[in-house]
């Protein structure tokens, strides 16, 4: 979990959507992983326990795994029917949730076997 204090609903947006960039760009020791990051992006509001908003940005991550993954995905509160504008929300603290996974390079199966042996 990251906590972005001071964050809007934009800035929190935006920046998850840097950090899910950063990590599919990333390269390991001269081999080309594929990395994907999917991430559940939460606002605290007043009603809620942190065990709520965490809750909130998980079940985000699990919809942005769910719907094809590396992506980014907002998570409204529950007692709205549709989703809230960008602009109807204030500022508060926001929480990503993100799971990361490698996807090998076909083109080096026979790299990564040659190492196993």
Do not use: C, W
């Amino acid at each position: 979990a990251v906590l972005l204090p001071y964050f809007d609903i934009t800035m929190a947006e935006d920046k998850a959507e840097q950090l899910r960039s950063v990590m599919a760009a990333t390269h390991f020791e001269a081999q080309s992983i594929k990395v994907t990051a999917s991430i559940g992006v939460a606002q605290l509001s007043q009603q809620e326990t942190a065990a709520q908003l965490l809750k909130r940005a998980d079940d985000a991550l699990y919809d942005a795994k769910g719907s094809g993954r590396n992506r980014v995905i907002i998570a409204y509160l529950e007692n709205s029917h549709t989703q809230l504008e960008i602009n109807e929300l204030k500022e508060g603290e926001f929480v990503e949730v993100f799971d990361v996974e490698t996807e090998p390079n076909p083109d080096e199966s026979e790299a990564s076997q040659k190492l196993s042996t």
